[in-house]
């Protein structure tokens, strides 16, 4: 009965990517019980489209490895089918195209530059002093003028899952963006909810490589949210080997080693959250990583990878015809009745224009007293004959 | 002379007329330099519009100005711009004529001293000729008119030009010797802004001076005189005080415009010395510095009257300058009118030590205030640190520039006296140090 709700709800109008063979309103049988396993397993996460918000906070030359952290978060989202269309990656500043960059137009994530993660299709939506604290909620809530551009937008809806990846300078609960401003844990909290209330995402999974970076997710209280931090609170997340060449260090070591499980990770995988959980152990990472999944409904292990760093496309095409539960016509005759019989509501008229146009305008201008007039007069003309005499009387009147 | 006179301001009323149609009136009208919470046009619009509404003006912070200012505006409020305008130029002709007669006055008192013997034998270069101080009248009415900070503030309607006009009338009324006029002007000019206040002293000594009551303690003239003059500034002060009452049947003005100019609330980024101090002060100690902070700006009058008391007009001078760098509020408007002085001592060039270096630094400072508020403001890429630090070497170099001119006229009356060319006992060539 539960995987027939989830095919109604899925046939409603969301932009989903459910295959053709499920548009029409036709009667299924489920005949086959592998079949029904495989729908089952179909109907789990619930999630029909993936978005990625990838936010890198610090600039100049020398926070180098915090925009290559970003870029290889997109590289592996973009490789394992995330369209540039559902990314939304803030980069607080160019390092390929920095001068002090000694190789221009790239961006190492490995010692021996051995991976550019910058390439030549990289697509960067909000760039430099774009990326504030405004504007990373802006995005999240969606409150965004009309004239921003989609590429600048999170389109999410209830059926998206969304990955939110942060990196840069942070500390026990707030992150630090620009050098100028920062985010704390309780607003992110608030801009999560807001989301949740907004439905705007099915489930959520937040990653963040900062310095006591577990302090960013202690304060959320939204269902669905899954997080996970480079380093616990009074810890500092630290970084991966420097390059002589470069002259910088390139990664964290937390994204690193995540870059280094994500590289084998494809479109098919069916690794699940616990394992990364475990990537980054101590001896690796000198901090220690942390998660947090009690406001996440699922558990962990039937969590894939890929239904957040992937936009993996379920579709499975069958020959058996499938028959579903009988109870889905009792649905569709219950539904023309749910329209309740309630007075109909007006909205409340906030500024009475017709009241206001129609009323003659009451202008109370003000004078100044009579009294006063003639008071300031009768002294001005006292110091004036007091001055000049009181023979210039005669030639005035 | 009349003919120079008129073109200037002919000149001068032209120049702010295209300013006002053009686009920078708006943007000059914004500036913090030019427009002070005490005189800023659109606070007067504000206050006239909540009157309008049946709402008394100084209810809330908006409004500053004094009840005769209501009254001023309330009938010319559409021709606000003929009236900047008008102002600024009584403000100049009252200076010509009272330049133009104490000049007179100077060159009298110099003859009489010569003919005294008093002077020194070689100080022949350091006596003024009415040639020379022929064109004195004509440049100060012009430093006043053409002054970049005049038209700005004349553009921006800061009624910081109506103060100056009274306090033009008040130094015409004194300099032509009428006690009730001076102090009825100067009254005006204490209600108006309550620092005028301290020019009673140099008022005071110029109209003994002109009645030829020496200034002896013990002297009955000068008791008798000095109570006269004070009388005639108190009632009239008192008169005006009430009559603003009248208009608007509360005294409400009064905590609005003197208490808000004695215990300065607001603190608006401006050209002075307050606003700094008191945003990082902790309230505990704000009472007390606001104390040390007013006492200063009246704090200089006696000494000075001491030092200066022969010399009135120059006492007046600098008295005029001690208001507009510590006043509570200063903007440009009240630099420009001690500046509209400055061609009275210009035989005193010659005994200036730092004019190039000042006039460079009030020159870069002027021009370096609106870059670095934008750069705070709007760029965001410096911090008030920034503004006030040219905010304070704009003051220091006013300061500097005042007690250049009061060294360059104190060491000029001394060579009078003793000699332009001074010797120690043994022969040797001395140096004038002044302590």
Known sequence: GQNAMFLFHSISPYPSLLPLSFHHHSEFHWFCFHCQDQAEQFFRSGHTNNWAVLVCTSRFWFNYRHVANTLSVYRSVKRLGIPDSHIVLMLADDMACNPRNPKPATVFSHKNMELNV?????????????????????????RIPP?????????????????????????????????????????????????????????LLFIIDTCQGASMYERFYSPNIMALASSQVGEDSLSHQPDLGIGVHLMDRYTFYVLEFLEEIHPASQTNMNDLFQVCPRSLCVSTPGHRTDLFQRDPQNVLITDFFGSVRKVEITTETVA????????????????????????????????????????????????FILGLWALIIMVFFKTYGIKHMKYIF | MAAPLVLGILVAVTVRAVLYRSSLAGFISERVEVASPLNAWKRVVEGLALLDLGVSPYSGDVFHETPLIIYLFHFLIEYSELVFM????????????????????????????????????????????????????????LFYLLNPYTVMSCVAKSTCAINNTVIAFFILATIKGSTLLSAIFLSIATYQSLYPLTLFAPALLYLLQRQFIPVKLKSKDFWLYTTQYAALYLCSLVVIVCLSFFLLNSWDFIPSVYGFILSVPDLTPNIGLFWYFFAEMFEHFSLFFVCVFQINVFFYTIPLAVKLKEHPIFFLFIQLAIISIFKSYPTVGDVALYMAFLPLWSHLYRFLRNIF??????????????????????????????????????????ILLISDYFYAFLRREYYLTHGLYLTRKDGTEAMLVLK
């Open chain 2, 357 to 398: 270096i000042l006039s460079c630094v009030l020159i870069v400072c002027s021009l370096l205030f609106p870059v670095l508020w934008h750069l705070w403001i709007y760029a965001g890429s410096a911090n008030s640190n920034f503004y006030y630090a040219i905010t304070l070497t704009f003051n220091v170099g006013q």
């Open chain 2, 86 to 141: 008008i102002t600024d130029v009584l403000t100049a002709v009252a200076l010509y004529l009272a330049v133009q007669d104490f000049n007179k006055v100077v060159f009298k008192k110099q003859k009489l001293l010569i003919e005294l013997d008093r002077y020194a034998s070689d100080v022949a270069e350091l006596i003024r000729t009415p040639m020379e101080m022929h064109y004195i009248p004509l440049k100060v009415a």
């Open chain 1, 324 to 371: 579903l539960d009988p109870n889905l016509v009792g649905l569709e005759t219950r539904v023309p009745n749910d329209e309740m019989a309630t007075e109909p509501l007006k909205y409340a008229e906030q500024l009475p224009v017709a009241q206001i146009i129609h009323q003659k305008p009451k202008q109370k201008d003000w004078h100044p007293p009579g009294g």
């Open chain 1, 147 to 203: 004239s921003t551009p989609r590429s600048k937008r999170l389109l999410s809806d209830d059926r998206s899952n969304i990955l939110i990846y942060m990196t840069g300078h942070g500390g026990n609960g707030f992150l630090k963006f620009q050098d100028s401003e920062e985010i704390t844990n309780v607003e992110l909290a608030d801009a999560f909810e807001q989301m949740w209330q907004k439905r705007r995402y099915n489930e």
């Open chain 1, 118 to 142: 910058y390439g030549d299709d990289v697509e960067v939506d909000y760039r430099s002093y774009e990326v504030t604290v405004e504007n990373f909620l802006r995005v999240l809530t969606g």
